[in-house]
């Protein structure tokens, strides 16, 4: 047990607490009730303060080893133990195990006569034997204020009561006593007169028919604690409250960057797609295309082996499966791998507080890494639209802080703003895609922008897309005077735009092929006139022969002539079969 | 401290809360006076020794 208490330790010193293991609660009385100290909770009928009561103890005694008491003055054992089974809590199986101690004191008014002076003595000699008898650590007094319904003599109850508190204290027990919450006054006795350390009020309202129950810390002595009103429900797991402390914007911002399924789409946001955990929400009016996109995100998510949880609000399981089966995004198979959890529940079968209490106890229980809500206006259904924004507020920075990507996808009807959506929430979310349909030469088409997307570079273009058997296929961009063509008309643009290249096509071609034939007919002109020089040079070269020839046989005869008038000697440069002709004739 | 409850146990089974109380048992219906008896009017009248009425 001391374990456990070392455990709890709590921040301030100076006061012990004892955690109450109710969820929800430790965190808003910063570690549990004050410990050796009575806590007085009041609320109207039906508000919850008999369970939370019994919650205490029950956790105490199983989870944090402190056996506890409970004296009830208004419902038997029996009826009690019968009543908190529903929540799992086997009270049978505590009391003989030496947990818990249950008495049950009966207050009937017409039995009892008052015939003068007396005193309480009677109840704590009760009290001081149960906590003996298993050595109690807390202790409950459910409705206290039974005993003024059952004796007349105010003066001596109010004197016994306070001693009652006071003898608690010195017993070093932690006790809750519960009592009914007066006009006015926070009890109807004014217990909170007495027992001033910790005062928590249970309320239970009903708004546009649907019921909250809420839980305030009024006071905490030597503690500093959360003093707003905090929505809890009652499940079968006993009580949770859901604390807005994490209304924070502590989370951490991830660098990291998550396909939205869609190419294309990746290419608008950056080239990369969202950032890991942050908040996408999708707007768009009916029929433009929100879960098919959705159903790609979630695909992904399952394809990178990443658990996702589908909160439908409209439509059933199998009717997404179905749909979105046609479009080619089979959902099913990581339906049965475990990686795909579908959550279906009409918005209006619940309050608000139900749908955000069962949000976090299924993304505690499923852990996912992407959470899609389908579609989140459906909730406003439910609440106020303030409502519906406080609890959306709390739900983005729950999913934030646990590191989840969300997408959110809400519907904008006609008579709205597009910018508008359902809930106000586009200033929570990180990036906003808007879905709309463009109205175009008779034809509607479907248009996706990136309206905001923090911290990226992001597309401005306005792009249609289309519903293939492959999913949501993004088309290219044609502008035209009238802004983007969409529909047949971009159709007709493609046609247009592949008419045209491929007539430059053919162009391009044909005047390849002449610029061929120009330089083949180049070409043999070249040689042409290649062959003309040759036949030039062939002619020169004759021509000087001819001249060597003539000139030689001019020399020949003018040597003749010389020899044959016996003149000069035959010259130097004579040829030399001249000279052997020479030569017998000097001999001779 | 007390004669009425001298145990634990007793206090419990006999739902006593106040001290001192005396109970009547039988005959039935069972009735608790509560205090020290000091006003005999109301323990006559609380042990149906005598008419609440005639107490007026």
């Known amino acids: ?588 | 401290m007390n004669k009425f409850a001298s145990t634990d146990e007793q206090t419990a089974g006999d739902q006593i809360v106040a001290i001192p109380t005396l109970v009547r048992k039988l005959p039935e219906p069972l009735r608790r006076i509560v205090g020290d008896l000091s006003n005999t009017e109301r323990t006559l009248v609380g042990l149906q020794l005598r008419l609440a009425k005639q107490e007026k």
């Not at chain 1, 919650?55 to 004296?71: C, K």
């Not at chain 1, 650590?137 to 005993?147: M, P, Y």
């Not at chain 1, 350390?197 to 809420?214: A, K, P």
């Not at chain 1, 009024?218 to 500093?224: A, D, E, I, L």
């Open chain 1, 1 to 588: 047990m001391s374990k456990t208490v070392d455990h709890q330790a709590p921040v301030n010193p100076g006061l012990a607490k004892a955690p109450t293991g109710i969820q929800g609660l430790d965190e808003i009385t910063g570690g549990g009730l004050p410990r050796g100290r009575p806590t007085l909770v009041c609320g109207s009928a039906g508000c919850g303060k008999t369970l939370l009561a019994m919650e205490f103890l029950v956790r105490g005694a199983t989870q944090f080893g402190e056996p506890g008491v409970f004296m009830s003055f208004e419902e038997t054992t029996q009826e009690l133990t019968q009543n908190v089974r529903s929540l799992g809590f086997d009270l049978d199986d505590l009391v003989q195990q030496k947990k818990l101690a249950m008495d049950f004191v009966r207050v009937e008014r017409n039995e009892i006569e008052e015939t003068g002076e007396y005193d309480l003595e009677g109840l704590f000699v009760r009290l001081n034997f149960a906590i003996d008898s298993v050595g109690a650590k807390r202790v409950v007094l459910d409705t206290i204020e039974a005993l003024f319904s059952g004796l007349s003599n105010i003066a001596i109850l109010r004197g016994e009561l306070r001693r009652l508190f006071r003898w608690l204290k010195d017993k070093g027990v932690t006790a809750v006593i519960t009592c009914e919450s007066g006009e006015g006054t926070l009890t109807k006795h004014s217990l909170e007169e007495y027992v001033s350390d910790c005062v928590i009020v249970l309320d239970h309202r009903v708004t546009d028919q649907m019921s909250t129950r809420r839980l305030r810390i009024v006071k905490y002595r030597g503690t500093s604690h959360e003093t707003n009103e905090y929505p809890f429900l009652i499940d079968e797991d006993g009580i949770s409250v859901l604390p807005v402390t994490s209304l924070g914007l502590q989370h951490t911002a991830s660098a990291e960057r998550i396909s939205s399924g869609i190419p294309r789409l990746d290419a608008m946001l950056g080239g990369e797609g969202y950032f890991r955990s942050s908040t996408v929400l999708m707007s768009g009016t009916a029929g433009s295309g929100k879960t098919s996109i959705a159903a790609h995100f979630a695909a992904a998510a399952c394809q990178r082996g990443e658990r996702c949880l589908y909160f439908a609000f409209e439509e059933s399981p199998g009717q997404i499966l179905r749909n979105m089966r046609s479009i080619g995004i089979d959902l099913e198979q990581w339906v049965d791998k475990g990686l795909l959890h579908f959550h279906a529940s009409r918005a209006a079968i619940h309050g608000l507080e139900m749908h955000l209490a069962t949000i976090h106890k299924l993304v505690r229980e499923f852990q996912p890494r992407v959470v899609i809500m389908d579609p989140v206006g459906s909730l406003t259904s439910v609440g106020t639209r303030q409502d519906a924004n406080v609890m959306l507020t709390r739900l983005i920075d729950f999913l934030k802080m646990q590191g989840i990507t969300a997408l959110l996808t809400s519907l904008t009807s006609g008579d709205e703003a597009l910018e508008q959506t359902v809930v106000n929430v586009s200033t929570l979310v990180d990036t906003w895609l808007l879905l709309r349909d463009l109205e175009l030469d008779g034809e509607r088409n479907r248009v996706m922008y990136v309206l905001k997307s923090r911290g990226m570079a992001h597309s401005n273009q306005l792009r249609e897309f289309l519903l293939t058997d492959q999913g949501v296929e993004l088309q290219n961009v044609y502008l035209g005077a009238e802004g983007v063509l969409t529909g047949s008309a971009r159709q007709t643009r493609e046609a247009m735009e592949k008419a045209a290249r491929l007539l430059r096509h053919q162009e391009v071609e044909a005047k390849q092929r002449e610029r061929v034939l120009k330089r083949e007919a180049q070409e043999a002109r070249i040689i042409a006139l290649q062959k003309e020089f040759e036949a030039e040079e062939e002619v020169a070269k004759r021509d000087s022969d001819q001249e060597r020839s003539r000139e030689e046989t001019n020399r020949q005869d003018r040597d003749r002539m010389g020899i044959s008038r016996q003149g000069d000697k035959v010259l130097k440069d004579a040829e030399p079969s001249a000279r052997s002709h020479q030569t017998p004739r000097v001999r001779a």
